[in-house]
């Protein structure tokens, strides 16, 4: 049976958590999405019939908060996770201690359903500081709801991502892209729509609580390969240079101090780790596949939005030379 009533969302505003209230709301659910700042949230009220997503206000630092988000809630999810460090918004605060407190929350507030969002590459002996405190938070989320469901995405591209749109405006605006350690590192890169239903489909299924999700899109690529796609699509000549980890280590000490960095030295350590679906994952279904879905490829969805970088925009060929 599906899971009826409330479902509060907690980092509902963001790029991924948008999609998966927009794909509650068609289910006719009622939807509370709990972030810092409901007015910067509004947007999101038209995706469903009036009074049915409503922003609240909720901090996943503060005990108070997050129980007064997650009480009378059916289900919770939680997208709440950070790419660099700012402030209080720290990898220890956010997604290892802020995910054990939501789930305690709503435990404690009897929340039929717990669906965690995580990241492929969380491991508790990880070089990146992201990839520990990933680790961390699922743990405690486990600890606190044995039965919550846990969900790790690779890289997520769709309008308004983080990862095409940045290397494409970069392509735009330098005569080369990095590709630290030589771009060998493996990626599996996901629909964002197709995230989003997975994880309404865990929701709402039988018995596909308590298990640890991965997913991925229909291909594996470099990072190169990646890259030589995004140049492909913005019809750049953009040259591709290689850089040793060390050199990117050195940068990043320098551009983690820019509002919004492009990179840190964490994330350097991220890009030496391939970020794909585990072969163990595959074997015991806890992919998109296994809950019934093809996931789309790149290639189909990337040309819906990174024509804005092509020299003519949507009136450019997106494979001219």
């Known amino acids: ?15 991924v958590g948008r999609h998966i209230v927009q ?54 999810v939680n997208l709440v996770g950070i ?32 669906i965690h969002i995580s990241a492929i590459g969380a491991d508790e002996e990880s070089a990146s500081h992201y990839g520990r405190t990933k680790a961390l938070g699922e743990k405690a989320v486990r600890d606190a709801m044995p039965d919550a469901a846990i969900v790790r995405p690779s890289i997520v591209f769709g309008p308004g ?20 350690g030589g771009g060998t ?33 229909p291909e594996v690529l470099t990072f190169r390969e990646l890259m030589e796609l995004t140049r492909r699509e913005i019809g750049r000549r953009t040259l591709l240079l290689p850089m040793p980890v060390w ?17 840190t030295p964490d994330q350097v350590r991220l890009l030496t780790i391939d970020n794909v679906v585990s072969e163990e994952a595959k074997a015991e279904g806890r992919t998109l596949q296994g809950l019934g879905l093809a996931p789309t490829a790149a290639e189909v969805v990337l040309p ?18």
Do not use: W
């Open 1 to 15: 049976m599906p899971v009826a009533g409330t479902i509060t969302v907690f980092g509902g505003s963001g790029f």
């Open 23 to 76: 794909t509650l709301a068609k289910r006719g659910y009622r939807i509370r999405v709990a972030v810092r700042r409901p007015n910067e949230a509004l947007f999101l009220r038209p995706m469903g019939v009036v009074g049915q997503v409503e922003p609240i206000q909720a901090n996943i630092r503060d005990d108070a908060s997050v129980r007064a988000a997650v009480a009378g809630a059916d289900a919770v």
């Open 83 to 114: 790419l660099h460090e700012t402030g209080k918004q720290t990898f220890d605060a956010v997604q290892a201690e802020g995910a054990g407190r939501v789930a305690r929350a709503a435990a404690e507030a009897g929340c039929g359903r717990l």
């Open 161 to 180: 991502d983080s990862f095409f749109n940045r290397f494409a405006a970069l392509a735009r605006l330098f005569p080369a892209l990095p590709l630290i």
């Open 185 to 217: 590192m493996r990626l599996q890169p996901v629909y964002v729509k197709d995230v989003a239903e997975g994880v309404v489909q865990i929701l709402e299924g039988e018995g596909l609580s308590g298990r640890v999700y991965e997913f991925g899109g």
């Open 247 to 263: 050199v990117a280590k050195l940068m990043a000490m320098f551009t983690q101090f820019i509002p919004n960095p492009p990179l």
């Open 304 to 321: 819906t939005y990174l024509y804005r970088f092509r020299r003519t925009g949507q009136f450019e060929n997106a494979n001219a030379s």
